[in-house]
Nanobody, 126 residues
Framework: QVQLVESGGGLVQAGGSLRLSCAAS????????MAWFRQAPGKEREFVSG????????YYKDSVKGRFTISRDNARNTVYLQMNSLKPEDTAVYYC???????????????????WGQGTQVTVSS
């Protein structure tokens, strides 16, 4: 089992920035593809961004391209999501997820991820 703990959420005005962090409890994290998902009230959880095990490839939902950046520091067992130019429609609970079955996949499907964090709230005011 791997525990994932997100942090860095909060309340920010539109146009502002936040950096989310997701710390993994075990070193095996370094072999996993990782992703960030989000869930807004009344909506389904959706893929935001993914990253391969070594950070060599990344993938983004269209609406966040150019504004969000995913990265990872395997020495610290941590994945990050830098969010700039935030919009009210980015308001959601953000979750990190680990795909223990693949180091490369960056799947957009929830069922392809084995471990999830508890989520961190991001609220963007207009």
């Amino acid at each position: 089992q791997v525990q994932l703990v997100e942090s860095g959420g909060g309340l920010v005005q539109a146009g502002g920035s936040l950096r989310l962090s997701c710390a993994a409890s075990r070193r095996t994290f370094v072999a996993y593809a990782m992703a960030w998902f989000r869930q807004a009230p009344g909506k389904e959880r959706e893929f935001v961004s993914g990253i391969t095990w070594n950070g060599g490839s990344t993938y983004y939902k269209d609406s966040v391209k150019g504004r969000f950046t995913i990265s990872r520091d395997n020495a610290r067992n941590t994945v990050y999501l830098q969010m700039n130019s935030l919009k009210p429609e980015d308001t959601a609970v953000y979750y990190c997820a680990a795909d223990r079955r693949s180091s490369q996949r960056m799947s957009v499907r929830l069922e392809d991820y084995d471990y999830w964090g508890q989520g961190t709230q991001v609220t963007v005011s207009s």
